[in-house]
C-alpha cells in the first residue's frame, strides 16, 4: 500500500522512514515560507528568530543558515544573537517549558524537593526535554514571585506555594491536556 506523506510525498515500502522524510519537507517548506516572508534586511533578523522560536520552540541550525544566506549576515553573528537573546534558544524545548525557582526563597523554602518530584514525574534533568517532547525542565533564579516560595513557571503561568502532590496534580493535568490552545 502506498500513503501519501507530509509534505507531498508517496510512501512505499519504507514507511516510517518516508513519512519521516515527508515531515522533514513540511519543516522545511515552513521554515521557507517564515524566512522568505521578511524583505533581505539585517534588521529583521531577530523577528525572524522570534517567529522561528515560535513555530519550532527553538531555532534550529538550518534555520540560521538559511537566515544567513536570505539576509547576507555571517552565521556567527546570528549565533551570537541567538546565544544573548534569553527568549531565543538553539536546543530544542518542549510545548511546556517548567522553570523552577531555585532563588533564595524558593530554596529556603524546599524548591529542590519540588524539583526532585518533577525529575521521577518526567524523567528528565534540568536542561532536558522529554522524548515525547511534552516537556522540558530548567531551573531558573528569582522569579520576582518569593511570598509563593516554592515557586514554579510553565510557559508563563505560575504555580505557588507548591508541595509536591501539588506539583503532580499539576504536571497530570498538563499532560491531560489540559492547558492545550
Ligand atoms: S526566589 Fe523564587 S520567586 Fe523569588
Redesign the pocket.
Known amino acids: 500500500m502506498r500513503t501519501m506523506a507530509a509534505g507531498g510525498a508517496v510512501c512505499g515500502a519504507a514507511k516510517a522512514l518516508c513519512e519521516l522524510r515527508g515531515k522533514y519537507m513540511e519543516e522545511e517548506k515552513q521554515m521557507k515560507e517564515i524566512i522568505f516572508g521578511y524583505p533581505p534586511e539585517t534588521r529583521h533578523s531577530l523577528a525572524i528568530m522570534q517567529d522561528i522560536q515560535r513555530q519550532y520552540n527553538y531555532v534550529p541550525r538550518e534555520a540560521l543558515e538559511m537566515i544567513s544566506g536570505h539576509l547576507s549576515i555571517p552565521l556567527s553573528k546570528l549565533y551570537g544573537m541567538a546565544t544573548f537573546y534569553k527568549a531565543l534558544s538553539l536546543k530544542p524545548k518542549g510545548k511546556y517549558v517548567i522553570k523552577i525557582?531555585?532563588?533564595?526563597?524558593?530554596?529556603i523554602r524546599s524548591?529542590l524537593v519540588i524539583l526532585n518530584e518533577l525529575e521521577k514525574l518526567l524523567d528528565i534533568g534540568p536542561g532536558d526535554v522529554t522524548p515525547d517532547g511534552l516537556f522540558s525542565l530548567e531551573t531558573v533564579?528569582?522569579?520576582?514571585?518569593?511570598a509563593?516560595?516554592?515557586?514554579m513557571v510553565i510557559n508563563g503561568e505560575y504555580y505557588g506555594k507548591l508541595t509536591p502532590q501539588d506539583t503532580r496534580d499539576i504536571i497530570e493535568k498538563y499532560k491531560g491536556g489540559e492547558h492545550d490552545e
Open positions: 525557582c531555585d532563588g533564595t526563597a524558593c530554596h524548591s533564579n528569582c522569579v520576582g514571585a518569593c509563593l516560595a516554592p515557586v
